[in-house]
């Protein structure tokens, strides 16, 4: 018996931990999907498309994420980010053609992350991706606000015409819908003291919803929503080449967004578990492959969502089995509660994504960038006011291609200083000595953007015999860096000026050899340390006793080079 029990102990503890992850798992999904709900309709709204797309959307590339994606936990669904590019594409071409659009974004993401460039959003600038992020929520906040009003106005491709048309009508607005929102933005607030198990964002569409019922209130509301799961459709002429040559923008912008954001928040999801953690390159071929085949159930492109992924982390979500658990809840969901969903007003939508948006602004790090440098800061504002006035690719590209000339700007601010001759000289030196050689010391890579600030100010030391450059904090070189240095050096030759080299990194020495400048100068002027080119010099000075032997002197040098 007591055998029996010590063979069954471990056995008993690994069922245990299956046990507790199903809890988990359960508890996770089950939540994520109660969150998800009203979400999913909302987002859809903003999308421009009908309400029924954004559950089918959660529903299936929820589940086909879950399986194939690169995170445990990650749940995807439609997303405020993504609306905010489909809102115009929608209002530009159609429904039809955003699905084929999100076809083209589903190959491009399986694409990348078979080139396993999923890594590259680890590249991304900070101040880039919060100005696109404070944008978005600008723009949600904003794209709301016919919904808020009460009003019914047609969509409008970009939402500054929008928002135009809506201040043009402000006198037809809505006091009861303006009256729901505000119920569903105070419940949304105030909630979480009461309880934070229900999500506030499902109890306000209800009391909400119920509101509008019992009071007959004469309000927009979301319309019918089928009592049925997602079928699959044909979507017309998907294969047809013109299509795919209009729709390569929209789809390469979907791409990029849908890639970035999940990514991002597969990451936030790493930094909330310690459990395995996710891989970037197969997230991007589940989010690809959930993309390609949620348009032909009628829905539209999906993320990964960082609110839904951190509630299902919180529930105790732990493995893939908790994503595929929140698709199957909101398909219990729509077969048993989609009639009651036609009554839910616009405006109880239009509540809950004002609250999502005002709080997706990055209000730390705003505060956070102005405090650290100016040049940053205005990187994200720059990003921030093109997501408004222009568009998000537009202004992602130009926000990185900022962010890449202050880049070059900083590593452009070469560190170069002259060294005093009271650190670099040994005891009992001449002071004439100082004059006749001169020791700097680079300090950062010497890459093509510091090249010419190198050039000039070494050009600025005439009465100078022996020029030393201690390159010991030089990491790496560019072949415009090395020009450069052929350059001084060609240039202190005509002078008689002797240029001596210490402490070379291997990146550094191998670029040079390579390239035959060590060749040019000589191995005689190559050192580890500057004490020792310095005694090299100088033999006679105390301290000098054991000088580094040179191959031959540099008047023999000059001459051969000649």
């Known amino acids: 018996m007591i055998i ?6 471990p056995q008993l503890l690994r069922l245990n931990r299956w046990l507790n992850r199903l809890r988990g798992d359960v508890t996770g999904g089950l939540t994520a999907a109660v969150v998800a709900l009203p979400l999913a309709l909302a987002f859809a709204v903003a999308s421009g498309v009908e309400p029924k797309a954004g559950l089918y959307t959660a529903i299936v590339a929820g589940i086909v994420a879950a399986i194939f994606g690169g995170s445990p936990v990650q749940i995807t669904g439609p997303t405020g980010a993504m609306a905010v590019i489909l809102v115009g594409i929608v209002a530009k071409y159609g429904i ?21 460039l999923g890594r590259l959003v680890k590249f991304i600038p900070y101040p880039v ?37 809506t201040l043009t009508h402000i006198q037809a607005l809505n006091w009861a819908a303006i009256m729901l929102a505000m119920v569903v933005i105070a419940t949304k607030l105030f909630w979480p003291r009461i309880n934070t198990t229900i999500p506030g964002s499902l109890v306000g569409l209800v009391l909400a919803t119920a509101i509008a019922a019992y009071f007959h209130l004469d309000v927009p509301t979301i319309g019918n929503i089928p009592q049925s ?26 791409a990029a967004l849908g890639s970035i954001e999940s ?130 690719v537009v202004a992602v590209e130009v926000g990185l291609i900022a962010a890449g000339v202050l880049f070059i700007k900083r590593m452009s601010d070469l560190s170069l200083a002259k060294i005093p001759e009271a650190e670099v000289f040994p005891p009992g030196a001449p002071l004439e000595l100082g004059k006749e050689i001169a020791v700097y010391r680079v300090d950062g890579p010497l890459f093509f953007g510091a ?10 030391e005439p009465q100078v015999k022996y020029l030393i450059l201690r390159m010991r904090f030089v990491p790496n070189m560019d072949t415009t860096g090395l020009v450069a240095l052929e350059d001084i050096y060609h240039d202190l030759k005509r002078r008689n000026c002797r240029l001596i080299l210490t402490g070379l990194q291997p990146q550094v020495k191998q670029l040079l050899e390579r390239s035959g400048f060590l060749k040019t100068i000589g191995s005689s ?23 580094v032997q040179t191959n031959f002197q540099f008047q023999e040098l000059m001459e051969l080079k000649d």
């Not at 090249?451 to 600025?460: C, D």
Request: aromatic share 8%; with cysteine.
């Open 4 to 9: 029996f029990n010590t063979l069954e102990q």
């Open 96 to 116: 039809e053609k955003v699905w084929i659009a999100g076809v083209m974004a589903g190959i491009i993401q399986v694409a990348l992350g078979i080139a396993k």
């Open 129 to 165: 991706t919060a100005g696109f992020t404070n944008g978005i929520a600008v723009i949600i906040f904003c794209g709301q606000m016919n919904n808020f009003l009460g009003l019914q106005l047609p969509r409008s491709e970009h939402f500054l015409s929008g928002l135009w048309q």
């Open 229 to 254: 799961l997602p079928k699959l459709q044909a979507i017309p002429h998907w294969y047809d080449f013109s299509l795919v040559r209009e729709l390569i923008n929209p789809a390469l912008a979907l």
């Open 263 to 392: 990514l991002l928040s597969a990451v936030v999801a790493d930094g909330m578990t310690v459990s395995e953690k996710h891989n970037s390159d197969r997230e991007l071929i589940g989010q690809g492959l959930a993309n390609i085949v949620v348009p032909f159930f009628g829905g539209i492109p999906a993320t990964g969502a960082i609110a839904r992924t951190a509630v299902n982390v919180r529930s105790g979500g732990k493995t893939r089995l908790s994503g595929v658990i929140h698709g199957i809840t909101l398909a219990v969901i729509v077969l048993t509660l989609a009639p009651l969903a036609a009554h839910i007003p616009l405006a109880a939508l239009a509540g809950i994504l004002m609250v999502v948006s005002v709080r997706m602004i990055e209000w730390e790090a705003i505060g956070l960038l102005a405090r650290a440098t100016y040049s940053d800061f205005a990187v994200m504002i720059l990003t921030w006011s093109l997501t408004i006035l222009l568009d998000l």
């Open 451 to 460: 090249a010419e600030r190198f050039v000039t100010f070494l050009r600025e």
């Open 525 to 547: 002027n190559c050192f580890e340390t500057t004490t020792e080119a310095i005694c090299s010099l100088t033999p006679e000075v105390e301290g000098c006793s054991q000088p």
